[in-house]
């Protein structure tokens, strides 16, 4: 069988007020860009906690991607400072664990900015195609240990 | 009738566990009392045979400290598992891995390199390595497979209880045991502690400001703690948010910060992702360039928020550029 061209895997965290709404302008607006990016709809940029962005990287995502509002823009008054202060620091340690740079994006775009979403989601698909697979090891486990039923939900089962 | 019978055992770890048994003091009678130590390698004159002629189930439990990282330590394991009716990970590095755990950032590769070739310590030589096997005039002799990656006890075999902590504090030790002893034991998988963070029984408690932020994040040595005041908002990087309490806060209480040794509460999954998230949301400003200057003060961020945790972590690893596969041991070695 033929070897399949890389399609990178990338899931983007939006926000519900901002981010997520662009998106939904860029297809009302029938924009065309990259289908490698899957959306995920969350309240606030700033609630994406550190956990959801290793757990996509952990579960076979090559790149992450996470939208908010504008500075001073946040519907929570600052939620997106709370994403940004995490961002920063979570680029250090992804860093430090040998994941790319690039892997990690977060920009500010506004309801009003559809064309935005379409030029990151592509400039990102292209990026993280240039990098290749990101290629982590998996450690097989005898049994998730003793969850809690929200904490199943939240990472799925491995699969190794 | 006889004797609940209990193992003690070691594998990847410092001997401080066992030092922590010993710290028991006069409750170590009271242990002793309550039952019959028939495998402690570290302490006394037992043979893994010994353990070899019990019947499955025949121990009451097995407390096994330390993280997995050689053939040895999985067949050791396996062999307890086997015998034992509960296996306790007793301690960080078989919780969750420990400081052993953080050999994850390296590979197996480079980490015999540096041992036997790399290091400035080592003699220019025709860079022997050990071999797993060697023929000798008596025989053959065997040393265990070094594996590609560190593991946690779970990873390895099914697991009843945690005792957290480096090492697990006496008391809950002492706990540990006589709740086995007396039945009484949580529903499986349970670790053995309290589920709140440090903070809340941390005596410097009323001193964390409400609405807590840091203008510079500091290391210990850097600064000369205040002794009676919150540690973080004297800028020290205290994992004390994000860390399970029970250890009676011993670290806070010699003015140093939490550097997370009892691990995360039952609701995380990922304790250095959640300590990185409690860490960085105290910083005071909201621009982009001095929040960066502000996390780059932090040095180490993975030994800083895994340092007990890495190999339990989402990412397990370092990731390199031929991942080794599912992490299972074996293999021909080098």
Redesign the interface.
């Known amino acids: 069988m033929s070897e399949q061209p890389f399609e990178p895997r990338i899931v983007a965290f939006f926000c519900n007020w901002c981010t997520y709404t662009a998106a939904d302008l860029a297809g009302i607006s029938r924009m065309q860009y990259a289908p490698n990016v899957r959306a995920i709809r969350l309240m606030c940029s700033g609630r994406v906690d550190p956990q959801f962005v290793l757990a996509a990287f952990r579960d076979g995502a090559d790149g992450v991607l996470i939208g908010g509002c504008h500075p001073g823009d946040c519907h929570y008054q600052e939620g997106n400072y709370n994403a940004l202060r995490r961002f920063e620091l979570l680029k250090l340690l992804l860093h430090d664990m040998g994941i790319e740079e690039e892997r990690l994006r977060l920009e500010w775009i506004s309801a009003a900015e559809g064309d935005k979403v379409q030029r990151v989601c592509n400039e990102m698909t292209e990026q993280v195609r240039a990098l290749g697979p990101l290629r982590l090891t998996t450690p097989p486990r005898v049994r998730p240990a003793a969850p809690p039923p929200e904490r199943a939900e939240l990472v799925g089962q491995v699969t190794s | 009738m006889s004797k609940p019978k209990v193992a003690f055992y070691w594998c990847a770890s410092c001997g401080g566990c066992e030092e922590a048994v010993v710290d028991l003091n006069e409750v170590v009678l009271d242990v002793v009392d309550a039952v019959d130590i028939v495998f402690w390698p570290v302490a006394m004159d037992f043979k893994v045979s010994d353990v070899e002629a019990l019947a499955d189930g025949e121990l009451a439990a097995a407390f096994i400290n330390g993280a997995i990282r050689n053939s040895e330590q999985q067949e050791v394991v396996e062999l307890l598992r086997r015998k034992a009716g509960a296996v306790v990970a007793f301690g960080a590095c078989a919780w969750l891995g420990g400081i052993p755990g953080l050999a994850n950032?390296s590979s197996r590769e480079s980490i015999l390199e540096f041992v036997y070739q790399g290091s400035p310590s080592t003699p220019d030589g025709d860079g022997t390595r050990p071999q797993e096997e060697t023929d000798v005039r008596e025989g053959r002799l065997r040393l265990p497979h070094f594996d590609?990656?560190v593991?946690t006890l779970?990873?390895?075999?099914?697991?009843d209880y945690?005792l957290p902590g480096c090492p697990p504090p006496v008391n809950l030790i002492a706990q540990a045991v006589m709740a086995l002893v007396e039945g009484k034991l949580p529903?499986?998988?349970?670790v053995l502690a309290p589920d709140v963070a440090l903070c809340a029984e941390c005596p410097r408690a009323e001193t964390k400001p409400q609405d807590l932020k840091v203008e510079r994040f500091f290391r210990p040595y850097e600064i000369v703690a205040e002794p009676d005041t919150c540690l973080l908002a004297q800028g020290l990087v205290c994992l004390g948010p994000a860390t399970r309490s029970g250890c009676n806060a011993v670290c806070i209480a010699a003015n140093m910060p939490c550097t997370g040794c009892m691990g995360p509460t039952?609701?995380?999954?990922?304790h250095?992702?959640?300590a990185?998230?409690a860490?960085?949301?105290l910083?005071q400003t909201?621009e982009?360039d001095e929040?960066?200057a502000?996390?780059?003060q932090?040095v180490?961020?993975?030994g800083t928020?895994y340092r007990y945790s890495l190999?339990a972590?989402?990412?397990?690893?370092?990731?390199?550029?031929?991942?080794?596969?599912?992490?299972?041991s074996g293999g021909d070695g080098s």
């Not at chain 2, 779970?154 to 697991?159: A, G, K, R």
């Not at chain 2, 039952?266 to 990922?270: L, P, T």
Request: net charge negative.
């Open positions: 950032l590609e990656t593991r779970d990873q390895v075999l099914d697991v945690y529903e499986k998988g349970s039952s609701r995380v999954i990922d250095g992702a959640k990185l998230s860490i960085s949301s910083m909201e982009k929040i960066a502000l996390a780059e932090i180490d961020p993975v928020f190999p972590s989402l990412l397990h690893r370092r990731a390199q550029e031929e991942p080794v596969g599912a992490a299972t």
